[in-house]
C-alpha cells in the first residue's frame, strides 16, 4: 500500500499535495512528520485514504493527554470484527488505583471529591491490579493511563514503578496522571526504564498559591525538584520520554500560570497545558470579564513560550463554555466510541474489588456530576473482565449507541466526533487504509461540519468540503517523505 501514493510539501508556501494514483488533492497546511513524540500535539486533522483509494479529510485529536494515539486506534480498527461495533479489548484502559489523595479538593473543583468522600481509603489490591492489566494485554488492548479520582501515586505498586514496568513487560504503552505531591518519592529511575509518560499538575508557581489549591503543605520547589531529577535521569539515558504538566484555571491560582509555565519550561518539562475546569457549574470557577481579560493576556504569554521542546496547549474554547449536552441534540453521533475504545477501571468500595466505568464522567457512579450511571459491571475477578466487558455491549441497560441521545453532559465530544467520522467513512477497517498527519488552520471551522465526513474527490468541490478550496497546483513541488500510518488490509 506505501507505495500507491506519495506526500509532498511545497516551498514557501502552505500548502501539503498528496497524489494517490491519478488523482492529487491539496490541503491548506502542511504535513507533520515523524514517531509518536515528535507529532505529539502538532496536527489537528487526519487525510486519510482508503482501500478503494477515497480520501477523507477530517479534524484529529493530536494526543494531548495519551501517546502514539494514531497507531493504537489503527491497531484497534484491525481487530474490529466484519460488521462488529468493537475489537476484543478497548484501546485504553484508565486505571484507577486507588481513590487516596494526598491533595484535600483543588480550590473546591476536584471533580471526584463527592464520591471518594464516602471511601476515601478505597483501593484495588496490587495482586488484582496486575491481574487486570494482564488481562487487557493479552486481550489485545493498547494503553494504560494510571489516573484518578485520586492520586495514583497513593497506590505503593505505582509509586515503586511496578506495575508501569509490568505493563512494559506487556508492550502496553503507559502513562501516569498525578498531582505530584508524592513524585519525590517514586523509584523515578524505575519509571523511567519503564518508559511511562508522566503529566504532574502544577497548578502554581509559588508555595502559597500551590497551598492554597491543593489544600497541603507539599512545597512546589520539591515538586520542580523531582522533575528536574527525573527530566535528568530520561537526558542520561537518551530517552525521547517527554515529561507532561497540567494547570488547571481558577480564581485563585490564574494569575500564576505565566510563572509556572516558565519553571515547567526550566525544570525540565515539555509539554504544558492549561486547562479549564469541566463539569457542572457547581465546580466551575465564575471569572469577572476583568479577570477573562487577564488570563487571555497570560494565556497569549505562554502560547509565545511555545517551541520545539516546549510545547503549549491553551484553552481555545471560552472558559465558560458548558459541557456538550448529547441528550439535547448536542452530540451528533451514531455511537459512544469513547466507551467503545476505552473503558475506565475504579476500586468498588462495596465489594473490596473493582468496576468499570462507561467513562470518565460516570467515575464513581457519576456522583457529584448531573447524573448518576450504574457500573457496567462489578469484579472481583482480574482475569476475567475483559470478558465481561465485551458481555456489556449487550448486556448494560442502554446500548453504545444510545449513550449519545442519553447523557446529559459529555466531555468527550472530540474523540466521539473524530472515531465517528473515521469509522463511518471506512466501513470495514480491516481493508486497510492509511493515515497522514496534517496541521491546517482550516480546521476549527471543518469541525462545526459535526458527524459529516470531508471527503475529497479529485479536484472536484466536494459539497461537504467545509469551503476548503482545492487547489491546482502546476510544476515545482519538492518532494518529502511524510510519515503515514499504515492499517495492512486483512
Ligand atoms: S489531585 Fe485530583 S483527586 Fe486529588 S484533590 Fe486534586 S483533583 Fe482531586
Ligand atoms: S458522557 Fe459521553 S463519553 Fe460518557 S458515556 Fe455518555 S456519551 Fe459516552
Redesign the pocket.
Known amino acids: 500500500m506505501m507505495n500507491r501514493f506519495q506526500a509532498e510539501k511545497y516551498p514557501h508556501i502552505n500548502l501539503a499535495r498528496l497524489v494517490v494514483g491519478e488523482r492529487e488533492f491539496h490541503f491548506e497546511g502542511h504535513w507533520i512528520r515523524g514517531k509518536p513524540w515528535d507529532r505529539f500535539g502538532l496536527y489537528n486533522s487526519y487525510v486519510i485514504v482508503r482501500h478503494d483509494d477515497e480520501v477523507c479529510f477530517m479534524p484529529a485529536h493530536a494526543g494531548e493527554l495519551v501517546p502514539g494515539s494514531t497507531e493504537d486506534l489503527v491497531a484497534i480498527l484491525g481487530q474490529f470484527g466484519s460488521g462488529s461495533l468493537f475489537a476484543p479489548a478497548p484501546m485504553t484502559l484508565e486505571l484507577d488505583p486507588t481513590y487516596r489523595c494526598s491533595s484535600r479538593d483543588c480550590g473546591g473543583r476536584c471533580f471526584s471529591s463527592a464520591y471518594r468522600r464516602r471511601s476515601p481509603h478505597a483501593t484495588i489490591p496490587s495482586e488484582l491490579l496486575r491481574e487486570i492489566i494482564i488481562d487487557f494485554a493479552t486481550a489485545g488492548g493498547r494503553v494504560v493511563r494510571f489516573d484518578g479520582g485520586g492520586d495514583p501515586l497513593c497506590h505503593f505498586a505505582v509509586r515503586s514503578g511496578e506495575l508501569p514496568e509490568l505493563c512494559q513487560h506487556l508492550n502496553l504503552k503507559s502513562t501516569l496522571l498525578t498531582s505530584g505531591d508524592l513524585f519525590e518519592h517514586c523509584d523515578l529511575h524505575r519509571l523511567a526504564q519503564a518508559d511511562c509518560y508522566v503529566r504532574i499538575s502544577l497548578n502554581a508557581a509559588s508555595n502559597e498559591t500551590r497551598w492554597a489549591f491543593h489544600g497541603n503543605a507539599v512545597p512546589l520547589d520539591r515538586i520542580f525538584a523531582a522533575i528536574r531529577q527525573f527530566a535528568d535521569g530520561l537526558a542520561r539515558e537518551n530517552s525521547p520520554l517527554p515529561i507532561g504538566a497540567t494547570f488547571l484555571l481558577d480564581r485563585i491560582n490564574f494569575h500564576e500560570v505565566l510563572a509556572c509555565a516558565i519553571r515547567a519550561r526550566d525544570s525540565g518539562i515539555a509539554h504544558f497545558a492549561v486547562r479549564r475546569v469541566l463539569g457542572p457549574e457547581a465546580l466551575r470557577p465564575e471569572f469577572t470579564t476583568k479577570e477573562q481579560s487577564a488570563i487571555g493576556d497570560l494565556l497569549s504569554a505562554v502560547g509565545e513560550l511555545s517551541d520545539e521542546d516546549f510545547k503549549v496547549f491553551v484553552p481555545w474554547r471560552d472558559l465558560n463554555d458548558p459541557d456538550?449536552n448529547?441528550a439535547n441534540t448536542e452530540?451528533y453521533?451514531e455511537h459512544?466510541w469513547?466507551?467503545i475504545f476505552k473503558t475506565v477501571i475504579e476500586p468498588d468500595p462495596a465489594t473490596g474489588g473493582f468496576c468499570a466505568q462507561?467513562?470518565?464522567?460516570?467515575r464513581g457512579g457519576g456522583l457529584g456530576q448531573l447524573q448518576q450511571?450504574p457500573p457496567l459491571f462489578s469484579s472481583k475477578d482480574g482475569a476475567g473482565w475483559i470478558d465481561k466487558w465485551r458481555h456489556s455491549f449487550n448486556s448494560y441497560f442502554i446500548s453504545r449507541d444510545a449513550?449519545?441521545n442519553?447523557?446529559v453532559?459529555?466531555?468527550?465530544?472530540g474523540f466521539?466526533f473524530m472515531m465517528d467520522r473515521l469509522v463511518r467513512f471506512l466501513g470495514d477497517p480491516t481493508k486497510g487504509f492509511s493515515v497522514f498527519h496534517l496541521f491546517s488552520r482550516d480546521n476549527t471551522q471543518n469541525e462545526q461540519a459535526a458527524g459529516s465526513c470531508i471527503t475529497r474527490r479529485g479536484r472536484r468541490p466536494d459539497p461537504l468540503s467545509g469551503g476548503l478550496d482545492l487547489v491546482d497546483f502546476g510544476a515545482g513541488a519538492q518532494r518529502d517523505d511524510v510519515y503515514s500510518v499504515e492499517a495492512p488490509g486483512g
Request: proline share 9%; hydrophobic share 30%.
Open positions: 456538550v448529547p452530540l453521533s459512544c469513547q466507551s462507561l467513562c470518565g464522567r460516570y450511571m449513550l449519545p442519553t447523557c453532559s459529555c466531555i468527550d465530544r466521539i
